[in-house]
């Protein structure tokens, strides 16, 4: 099967969330979800020199941040209220010919974590992304997240290793990232999991396996 890449207009819709394209009139929307310092203190958007307390400044660095053409680019809403903006994350990477993807640029406001919207998002990415020929999707981190790296662990993607100063951070020392994927041939063991953790959970606050 060929990969293609989705059609970033259409929305993706499970129980709890919906994704839909992030367009820059919900920047501000998004600032009040994400424009947080505990967002950044784990090694998101560069870690804590990365944040920025207004939205002039935070907005000059999102723009720069996100992958706008690149990627698919998504908002993460809240369905039962009222499509609420509670973070973002983007499908990107694209490549088509050796049929890889990458989900990443993700952040979340602190009232949804650990509860079911992460994994309801990755679901919906994933399945996405596999539906569209992908092969492989790779998930990944700064070392330094303890957070987002045991919420990628939690989805069943495999680690592969640690890349070593892949980038700057925003205080000037070196990134290693940890790297994670799932393959094709993994999705649906991966899927099954992520479906029964969805299964035991209801409503947004709740998310019992972990």
Known sequence: MTATRPDPSLPLDGETVRLRALLREDLPALF????HPEVFAGGWGGGSAGYRADYEGWHDFIDGYLQWDAGNVYAVCLRADDDRIVGTS???DFDLANESAHIG???YAPEVWGTRVNAEAKRLLLGTAFDHGFERVKLQADVVNARSRAAIERLG???EGILRHTQRRADGTWRDTAVFSVLREEWPDVRDGLDARLATSTGVDLENAR
Do not use: H, V, Y
């Not at 009040?32 to 424009?35: L, P, V, Y």
């Open 32 to 35: 009040a979800a994400i424009g």
């Open 90 to 92: 983007t499908l990107g």
């Open 105 to 107: 640029w993700t952040a």
């Open 157 to 159: 993607a495999k680690p």
